[in-house]
């Protein structure tokens, strides 16, 4: 004889369960999804947050450095053409 369309098998229970009860465990289910998802959204949105800081700071000191380096090269050219009394 088929299987009853309105039960369903349930493995974890052996037997045939109400397809009320099914459709509950997928609702519980849901719920919990849901709720992980809206936590991953938060951590996401925190770590974008402090990457926004970090990427800041990298700027900042990439400027400092290449700022240092063009006075640097500027100032050898200077005492390089001095020396070789191009000025």
């Known amino acids: 004889m088929p299987p009853d369309p ?10 045939h369960a109400p397809l009320d009860a099914r459709v509950s ?3 519980t289910a849901m719920d919990y999804v ?3 998802i809206r936590n991953l959204r938060l951590e996401l949105r925190d770590t974008r947050n402090e990457l926004r800081g970090e990427i800041h700071d990298v700027r900042t000191d990439v400027r400092l450095v290449l700022g240092s380096l063009i006075t640097v090269g500027l100032g050898l050219a200077g ?7 191009w000025l």
Do not use: S
């Open 34 to 36: 849901r709720d992980d």
């Open 6 to 15: 309105i039960h369903l098998a349930d493995p974890a229970i052996g037997h």
């Open 25 to 27: 465990k997928l609702e």
């Open 79 to 85: 005492m390089m053409a001095k020396g070789f009394h």
